[in-house]
């Protein structure tokens, strides 16, 4: 995730961040599904999802302990 992204979901919603992170967990089990039927040319893709998703469970923590 570039610079410019990380900081665009601090602009964001929580109901945004909300969908958004719902989105890329499904994306992450459909790209574990493909590594465990050896469809996955890409490994990597795997740890880039996991990576994002947490860098948005982050954002999304740091909006809710605001409230």
């Known amino acids: 995730m570039k610079?410019?992204?990380k900081q665009a979901l601090h602009?964001?919603?929580i109901e945004e961040l909300k969908k958004l992170l719902?989105?890329?967990k499904s994306a992450l089990f459909s790209l574990s599904l493909d590594?465990?039927?050896n469809k996955l040319k890409n490994t990597r893709?795997?740890?880039l999802?996991?990576?994002e998703i947490a860098q948005i469970?982050?954002?999304l923590r740091e909006k809710e302990l605001k409230l």
């Open 3 to 5: 610079t410019k992204d």
């Open 11 to 13: 602009t964001k919603t």
């Open 22 to 24: 719902q989105d890329l």
């Open 35 to 37: 590594k465990t039927q």
């Open 45 to 47: 893709s795997i740890y």
């Open 49 to 51: 999802k996991r990576k």
């Open 57 to 59: 469970a982050t954002v």
